[in-house]
Antibody, heavy 115, light 107 residues
Framework: EVQILETGGGLVKPGGSLRLSCATSGFNFNDYFMNWVRQAPGKGLEWVAQIRNKNYNYATYYAESLEGRVTISRDDSKSSVYLQVSSLRAEDTAIYYC??????WGQGTLVTVSS | DIQMTQSPSSLPASLGDRVTITCRASQDIGNYLRWFQQKPGKSPRLMIYGATNLAAGVPSRFSGSRSGSDYSLTINSLESEDMAIYYCLQHNEYPYTFGAGTKLELK
């Protein structure tokens, strides 16, 4: 059974940084691209970032609204993917979802940016 | 960036109705189009991939179609469990982009 679990969310002050983690199991992690998607309270879905697998040299892609402030990475030995977000703003407040090819999703982790 | 214009934003419907939600792509995306269902407090659920393919476990009353740059999700014989917000996603080109969502609710 595919399992995806995001952790690392919480309350952070504007200008702060956060590292979100996504632990997976139940599939061959090495074979898949991984994505982060976020959803602000009461709003729609927004794609954040993708990291490809080793066959594609771990290429990364980012939403323009976050580029320069966000870094996606992965550790195949731990079947995990990470999202580092810096210079956080109030508008970054959202549930951050980790997803395998948009077919399997975690339950999300809430990031709240507030002073 | 590719814009996905989704309509309608709200769709009141009755049980047993046939409803259609549409996303129009601002550029060619081929069949790199997915549909998701999201219920309150839940993660999105993949319903349709490749524009027309039913995801595993999705009831056969759901279907996807394409006409040019218009992509549609149709639900035949609406059931109460179908009340949710539906989103399209283009994954042909970076940055990937979602439609704004359609809230399907009981009339």
């Amino acid at each position: 059974e595919v399992q995806i679990l995001e952790t690392g969310g919480g309350l952070v002050k504007p200008g702060g940084s956060l590292r979100l983690s996504c632990a997976t199991s139940g599939f061959n992690f090495n074979d898949y691209f991984m994505n982060w998607v976020r959803q602000a309270p009461g709003k729609g879905l927004e794609w954040v970032a993708q990291i490809r697998n080793k066959n594609y040299n771990y290429a990364t892609y980012y939403a323009e609204s976050l580029e320069g402030r966000v870094t996606i990475s992965r550790d195949d030995s731990k079947s995990s993917v990470y999202l580092q977000v810096s210079s956080l703003r109030a508008e970054d407040t959202a549930i951050y979802y980790c997803t395998r090819s948009f077919a399997y999703w975690g339950q999300g982790t809430l990031v709240t940016v507030s002073s | 960036d590719i814009q996905m214009t989704q309509s309608p934003s709200s769709l009141p419907a009755s049980l047993g109705d046939r409803v259609t939600i549409t996303c129009r792509a601002s550029q060619d995306i081929g069949n790199y189009l997915r549909w998701f269902q999201q219920k309150p407090g839940k993660s999105p659920r993949l319903m349709i991939y490749g524009a027309t393919n039913l995801a595993a476990g999705v009831p056969s009353r759901f279907s996807g179609s394409r006409s040019g740059s218009d992509y549609s999700l149709t639900i035949n014989s609406l059931e109460s469990e179908d009340m949710a917000i539906y989103y399209c996603l283009q994954h042909n080109e970076y940055p990937y982009t979602f439609g704004a969502g359609t809230k399907l609710e009981l009339k």
